[in-house]
């Protein structure tokens, strides 16, 4: 098993973790959550675990939640959820609600760098986004981080991955060789196919994602690369 998860061995998998192409937007890329938990879903549910221990309540965002499969695990380990995603998913809302209570979770439809701040919580205690924040140019990003930050006390956690200018997606990467305040480009032809991934991406390098999150206000407590070559990271509030 690869840190990342056991290997499905799919014939149509897009990568060597076996992941399918189970479809968002459309351009955005496949549901990865959907398919399977990896090291970095795994660590931000232990913390769950605890954080609903000593909240009441405990509260996750689910930044870029999909199609909800690690908002349904946080509820599970006794969080209240933010989803935040640019597809509606009200009928996840509803039977999420359905299944552990009324006003466990909630939504967010939209883009989140004009979501206007009384549609944030009050108190974040979990701050989780896979594969979703290169989306954004670097300066959107870091402004998305700082704005959840605020609400976030010393001691709360984000849960963070990025795609990495050291994986096979730099290949033909049209902003390859920009500075990260420029970064900002489409795939090549070929692999935006392969991954389904239509829209313009920043690509980090490890520092500047560990610079990323820092800037926001937060320490590393562990960050590494994945078997296909994305940055994640666990990081505190200071």
């Known amino acids: ?64 939640a999909g199609l909800g499969a690690q908002t349904a695990r946080f509820v599970a380990a006794g969080m209240s ?21 009324q006003g466990r979770v909630s939504a967010f439809v939209g883009d989140v760098r004009r979501m206007p701040p009384g549609e944030m919580p009050r108190e974040v205690h979990i ?8 989306y954004l140019r670097h300066a959107e990003a870091a402004r998305v981080l700082a704005a ?13 991955s990025c795609a990495c200018l050291e994986s096979e997606l730099s290949g033909g990467y049209s902003a390859l060789g920009e500075p990260l305040g420029q970064r900002f480009g489409l795939l090549a032809p070929a692999m935006a196919q392969k991954h389904d991934v239509h829209e313009p991406l ?16 937060f320490k590393a407590i562990e960050a590494y690369r994945s078997d296909f070559g994305t940055l994640k990271g666990v990081f505190e509030r200071c």
């Open 1 to 64: 098993m690869s840190r990342d998860g056991e290997q499905k061995g799919a014939a149509a998998a897009i990568n060597s973790q076996g992941d399918l192409l189970v479809e968002t937007t459309g351009r955005h890329g496949p549901d990865v959550s959907s398919q399977r938990t990896d090291a970095l879903d795994l660590a931000a549910l232990e913390f769950a675990r605890k954080a609903a221990l000593c909240h009441a309540p405990a509260v996750a965002v689910d930044l870029g």
């Open 81 to 101: 959820v933010l989803m935040v995603d640019l597809v509606p998913r009200q009928g996840i809302v509803d039977e999420l609600n359905l299944r552990y209570g």
């Open 127 to 134: 701050l989780y986004s896979q594969r979703m924040l290169h």
């Open 148 to 160: 959840f930050a605020g609400r976030m006390a010393a001691g709360a956690r984000l849960f963070l």
């Open 202 to 217: 920043c690509l980090y390098a490890r520092d500047e994602f560990l610079d990323l999150a820092g800037g926001a206000g």
